[in-house]
C-alpha cells in the first residue's frame, strides 16, 4: 500500500528467518473472514453426517445378533475393499466397533477432500486470479499466504474433528468409550491436515489451481485404493497409505492406541517442509516447471468452438478418464484375491445368496458403481468451464464473433457429454482389463464395460443439472454437486450409514440397472437420458435469454 | 452516408444500478467516434449491448441495420472488438488465439496479421498466461484488426501500450478509416481522441451529455483567454458571459463562452492590450467539466463508507 510511507529502516529490515512470515496473521483473518460461512458448513455437516451414521446403527441394529449380521456382512471382501477390514474381529461387535470400523475411512476421505479443495482455494487459485499478486505486494512475507491457509485449513479438519469426538463420545451408545471417540476424531482431523499438506506440495508443482487439486486428489485416490489392495491381500501395502495409519488407531476396540497419530504428524510436518523449500524456488504465480513457448499459427482443428472447447478442457478429461482407469484396475486385480477370501468365508455364500449373481458379478456391480459416482465429477467440472470462461471474460471475445451464445455453450457441453461417457467406459475397461487378467477371464472385460455404460444417462443427468443451474440461475451452478455427493453418500455408501432404501430413488444413481448382476432394464435409462435433455434444453434457452456476465 | 449505429432511449439495469438512462448514440458509416465519459458512466455497458452480449431493458439499437441482440451472429461477421480487458486462454498461444477469433468471424488476412505481428513487435509464441498486460492487449488489437470488418468496437483498446506502439496503433486506425472502416472507440486517452476521431460523445450517468464534432463542441463552449492590459480591468469582469475572471498585477485571466466572444474582445481592446492568448478549449477542458460536474454533484454526495464497492453498486 504505503512504500512512500515506509522509513528507510523499515526498507531494510535484514531478511531474517521470520520475515517471510510477516502478516501471516492479518491473512488467516482474512481466510476465516471469506470462509465465514463455508468453514461452519463443513464442520457442521462432518459432524452431523457421522453422529447421525452412529445414533442410525442405535436404531437399526439394536440387538447383537443385528449386529453380527453386519459383521459378517462386512467381511465380503467388497465391503473390506470400500471401508476396510475389522481391525477387532474377536471382540463382539457393539455399536462403537461397528461405527469405527464401518465409517472411519469414508468419512476420513471427506476430511481428506476437505483439505485438499479449502487449501487450494486460498493459495493456488488466488494465484491463479491474479489476486495473490495484490496481497503479496503488500507488508506480506513470503511465506505467509500459505501459512496463513496451513493454519486455517489444519485448524478446521482439527475443530471438525474435536466436534465429532465429542459429540461422538458424548452420545452414550454402547460401546462407545471418551478415549475411542478421541482416536475416531482426532484421527480424522488429522487426515484432513494430511491431506491439507498434500496440497500445499502440489500446489507449488503447477500453476493451475485445477491441477493442483486434481494431483492432490490424485494422491489421494491412491491412498484409498493402496489400502483396498492391502486389505483385501492381506499384506502390508496398506500400510503405505495414511489413511489406513488414522485407522490403525482401532477406535472403540480393546487395544484401542494412539500412537499411529504420530506417524500422520511426522508426515505432515516432512510435507509442509517439502512445500516450503519448493515455494522458495518458484516465483508468484509460477509452477516449478518454466513455462515453454508454442505455436505461433494454429492448428485447422482450432476453428470452432468446439475445437476450442476440446483444446481447453482435453487434458482434464484425459487425466481424469486415466485416473479412473488406473483407480478402476486395482479393485478389477483384486478379483479373484476377493473370490478366495469369500471362499474361506463360505458360511457366507447361503447366507448372501445375491439373488442368483455370482460374487464376481457383485464385486463389479461394487466398484463400476463407484467409478459411475466419481465420473459425475468431471462431468460437472466440464460444465463449470462454461462459468469460469464467462466470468473471467474469455467468452466475450469469442462471442463478439460470429458464435452464437447457444454454439458456444453446445461446444462445452458436447465435451461435457461425450468426455464424461469416454470417462465412465474408459474407467469400466480398466477394472475390466484387470479383472480379465487377475481372474483370467475375458469375460469380466465385456461385464465391466457393460456395467459402466449403463452410468452415462445417470451422469448426463448431472451434466443436465448443471446446464440447467447454468442457464437459468447461474450463481447456484455449486448446487450441480448435489448429484455426485449425495449420490456416494446416499446411493453408494448409504446402507452403511444406515440410509433408508427409498431415499435412492431421488438420486439418478439409484436408478441405474446393476450390470452384471442384474437384468438390463432399458426403460430408466430412456427415462434420465430424457430428463437429462430436457434439462440440458432449459438451461440453453436460459442461457440464450440471460446477459453475460463478466468481472 | 449511412448510420452504423443508432441507439435511441436505451435502458439498462443491474438490479438497483441504472447503468444506461436512455442513451442515444448515432456513428455515421465511415467515421471515427470517440467515446468518452467518466468511470462508470456506462461506455462498457453501451458496447456489450451493441454487441449482444446483454440485453437491453428498453429502448431501440441498430448496429449495421441489424438488432444486436437478435441477428448478433450475422452482425458479427462484419465487426471486430477489442475488449478493455484481455484476459487469454493460459494455455494457448497468442497466435492461436489471433487466429482462433478470426476464424471465427469467418477468416482473417494473413498478410495484415504478418504485418501488424511485426509492427506491433508482438511474439505470437508465447502462452497466454505470460504475456504482460500490455501484449495482452496486442494479441486483442491483431485478432480484430487482422480481419476485414466494415465495424471496430474497441474498448480501451490502448490500455497499457507503450507511447511507441500507441502511434503504431494510431497509423492502423488512420488506415482503417482510409479504407472506410466505422469505429467506435471507447477511451480515456483524450490525445488519442482529439487526434483520431472526427466526432465524440461524451456519456455521464449513463446518458449522452454532449455528441457532435470537436468543432462543433468547441463552439459551444468556453474560450480561454489571457492578456496582458495596461488599465484597469473595470466593466470586463462583470459582462454576461464572462466567468473565472482573474487579475493579478496588469495579467487577466478569463474564460468567455462562444456566443459572448465578440463582445468580450471589444470591451478588452479598449483596455491597452499588449500581449493576447486566446485559446478553444481543449478536448481535457471540455471533459473536465463534465466529470468536475460529476463530481460535485453526483456520487461523492453518497460516499460509501467501507469504500469497497463500485459506484452506484449500493
Ligand atoms: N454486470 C453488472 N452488474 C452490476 N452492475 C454493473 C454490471 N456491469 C456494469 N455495472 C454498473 O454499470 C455502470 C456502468 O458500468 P460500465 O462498465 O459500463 O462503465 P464504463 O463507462 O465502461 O467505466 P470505465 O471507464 O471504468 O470502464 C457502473 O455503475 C457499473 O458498476
Ligand atoms: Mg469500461
Redesign the pocket.
Known amino acids: 500500500m504505503s512504500t512512500a510511507t515506509m522509513t528507510p529502516e523499515a526498507r531494510t529490515i535484514p531478511a531474517g528467518r521470520g520475515h517471510a512470515f510477516v502478516g501471516t496473521g492479518t491473512m488467516i483473518r482474512f481466510m476465516l473472514r471469506r470462509d465465514r460461512i463455508r468453514i461452519p458448513v463443513w464442520i457442521l455437516g462432518l459432524t452431523a453426517y457421522t453422529t447421525g451414521a452412529l445414533s442410525s446403527y442405535e436404531q437399526n441394529y439394536p440387538e447383537a445378533s443385528d449386529r453380527e449380521t453386519i459383521a459378517d456382512m462386512a467381511d465380503l471382501p467388497a465391503m473390506v475393499a470400500m471401508v476396510g477390514n475389522n481391525y477387532a474381529p474377536d471382540e463382539p461387535y457393539t455399536h462403537g466397533l461397528m461405527f469405527g470400523h464401518v465409517t472411519f475411512l469414508i468419512v476420513g476421505v471427506i476430511f481428506a477432500l476437505m483439505g485438499v479443495l479449502l487449501f487450494i482455494r486460498h493459495t493456488r487459485a488466488e494465484e491463479e486470479a491474479g489476486r495473490a499478486e495484490l496481497i503479496r505486494s503488500s507488508v506480506l512475507g513470503r511465506h505467509a499466504q500459505t501459512t496463513a491457509a496451513l493454519i486455517v485449513v489444519c485448524g478446521t479438519a482439527l475443530v471438525a474433528g474435536l466436534l465429532v469426538s465429542m459429540s461422538v463420545g458424548a452420545s452414550g451408545v454402547d460401546g462407545v468409550t471418551m478415549g475411542g471417540a478421541y482416536l475416531y476424531g482426532m484421527g480424522l482431523g488429522l487426515i484432513g491436515v494430511v491431506f491439507a499438506t498434500v496440497a500445499a506440495v502440489t500446489a507449488q508443482i503447477t500453476e493451475y489451481a485445477r491441477g493442483a487439486s486434481g494431483m492432490a486428489l490424485a494422491v489421494l485416490g491412491a491412498a484409498y485404493a493402496v489400502r483396498s489392495v492391502g486389505d483385501v491381500g492381506e499384506n502390508f501395502l496398506s500400510w503405505l497409505s495414511p489413511l489406513h495409519w488414522a485407522r490403525e488407531t482401532r477406535p472403540f476396540s480393546d487395544d484401542q492406541r494412539a500412537w499411529p497419530l504420530l506417524l500422520l504428524v511426522v508426515l505432515a510436518a516432512v510435507l509442509i517442509v517439502v512445500a516450503g523449500r519448493l515455494s522458495d524456488k518458484r516465483d508468484v504465480g509460477a509452477g516449478l516447471r518454466p513455462p515453454r513457448l508454442g505455436s505461433a499459427t494454429a492448428s485447422p482443428l482450432l476453428s470452432s468452438p468446439l475445437g476450442l472447447a476440446v483444446r481447453l478442457q482435453r487434458s482434464s478429461v484425459i487425466a481424469w478418464a486415466v485416473g479412473l482407469a488406473v483407480f478402476g484396475a486395482f479393485y478389477g486385480a483384486l478379483i479373484s484375491a476377493a473370490d478366495e477370501m469369500f471362499d474361506q468365508i463360505s458360511a457366507l455364500e447361503d447366507m448372501w445368496a445375491f439373488e442368483g449373481a455370482s460374487f464376481a458379478d457383485r464385486w463389479i456391480v461394487s466398484f463400476i458403481g463407484m467409478l459411475g459416482v466419481l465420473a459425475a465429477v468431471p462431468a460437472i467440472l466440464a460444465v463449470q468451464r462454461l462459468r469460469s470462461e464467462e466470468t473471467a471474460g474469455r467468452a466475450e471475445p469469442v462471442l463478439a464473433t460470429a458464435v452464437s451464445q447457444t454454439r458456444w455453450a453446445a461446444s462445452h457441453l458436447t465435451v461435457a457429454l461425450a468426455g464424461s461417457a469416454g470417462v465412465i467406459v474408459i474407467g469400466g475397461f480398466g477394472f475390466g482389463i484387470a479383472a480379465a487378467i487377475d481372474g483370467r477371464d475375458i469375460g469380466y472385460l465385456g461385464d465391466s464395460v457393460a456395467a459402466a455404460a449403463v452410468f452415462i444417462p445417470a451422469i448426463w443427468v448431472a451434466v443436465g443439472l448443471a446446464v440447467a443451474l447454468y442457464g437459468l440461475v447461474p450463481r447456484a451452478l455449486g448446487l450441480a454437486w448435489i448429484i455426485p455427493v449425495y449420490g456416494f453418500l446416499v446411493v453408494y455408501l448409504g446402507d452403511l450409514f444406515g440410509v433408508d432404501q427409498s431415499a435412492h430413488n431421488l438420486s439418478p444413481f439409484g436408478h441405474v440397472p446393476e450390470l452384471p448382476a442384474e437384468d438390463l432394464e432399458i426403460a430408466p435409462l430412456l427415462i434420465m437420458a430424457v430428463i437429462a435433455a430436457v434439462l440440458i434444453l432449459a438451461g440453453l434457452a436460459g442461457f440464450r435469454r440471460r446477459?453475460l456476465?463478466?468481472t | 452516408m449511412t448510420t452504423a449505429i443508432d441507439v435511441t432511449g436505451v435502458v439498462k439495469t443491474?438490479?438497483q444500478?441504472r447503468?444506461l438512462n436512455g442513451l442515444n448514440l448515432h456513428v455515421e458509416q465511415g467515421e471515427i467516434h470517440g467515446f468518452l465519459?467518466?468511470?462508470?458512466?456506462?461506455?462498457?455497458?453501451?458496447i456489450r449491448i451493441l454487441l449482444g452480449l446483454l440485453k437491453a431493458d428498453s429502448g431501440e439499437a441498430s448496429l449495421l441495420g441489424g438488432d444486436p441482440w437478435r441477428d448478433a451472429v450475422h452482425l458479427h461477421r462484419r465487426l471486430a472488438y477489442v475488449p478493455?480487458d484481455v484476459d487469454l486462454w493460459p494455455n494457448l498461444t497468442g497466435g492461436e488465439a489471433i487466429d482462433l477469433l478470426g476464424r471465427l468471424r469467418g477468416g482473417l488476412d494473413p498478410d495484415r496479421r504478418r504485418r501488424l505481428i511485426e509492427r506491433f513487435d508482438l511474439d505470437p509464441t508465447k502462452k497466454g498466461r505470460t504475456y504482460s498486460k500490455g501484449n495482452r492487449q496486442k494479441v486483442a488489437i491483431v485478432a480484430a484488426l487482422a480481419s476485414n470488418v466494415e465495424l471496430l468496437i474497441m474498448?480501451?483498446p490502448t490500455a497499457g501500450l507503450d507511447p511507441l506502439m500507441e502511434t503504431v496503433f494510431q497509423d492502423f486506425i488512420a488506415e482503417a478509416k482510409a479504407e472506410g472502416t466505422t469505429v467506435l472507440l471507447?477511451s480515456?486517452i483524450l490525445a488519442q481522441v482529439e487526434k483520431l476521431c472526427d466526432t465524440i460523445s461524451i456519456?455521464r450517468q449513463?446518458e449522452v451529455v454532449q455528441s457532435g464534432s470537436l468543432e462543433e463542441m468547441r463552439h459551444l463552449t468556453r474560450t480561454t483567454v489571457q492578456a496582458e492590459i495596461s488599465e484597469a480591468a473595470g466593466a470586463l469582469e462583470s459582462m454576461d458571459g464572462v466567468h473565472d475572471f482573474r487579475q493579478e498585477d496588469g495579467r487577466v485571466t478569463f474564460a468567455v463562452d462562444g456566443s459572448h466572444l465578440d463582445g468580450a474582445v471589444r470591451q478588452l481592446s479598449q483596455l491597452g492590450v499588449r500581449s493576447l492568448v486566446a485559446h478553444p478549449p481543449t478536448l481535457e477542458e471540455l471533459m473536465l467539466r463534465h466529470y468536475g460536474d460529476e463530481l460535485g454533484n453526483g456520487e461523492s454526495a453518497h460516499v460509501d463508507p467501507h469504500g469497497a464497492t463500485?459506484?452506484?453498486?449500493n
Open positions: 446477459d456476465h463478466s | 443491474f438490479g444500478t447503468a465519459g467518466p468511470n462508470g458512466a456506462g461506455k462498457s455497458t453501451t478493455g474498448d480501451e471507447s480515456h456519456i449513463g463500485g459506484p452506484g453498486a
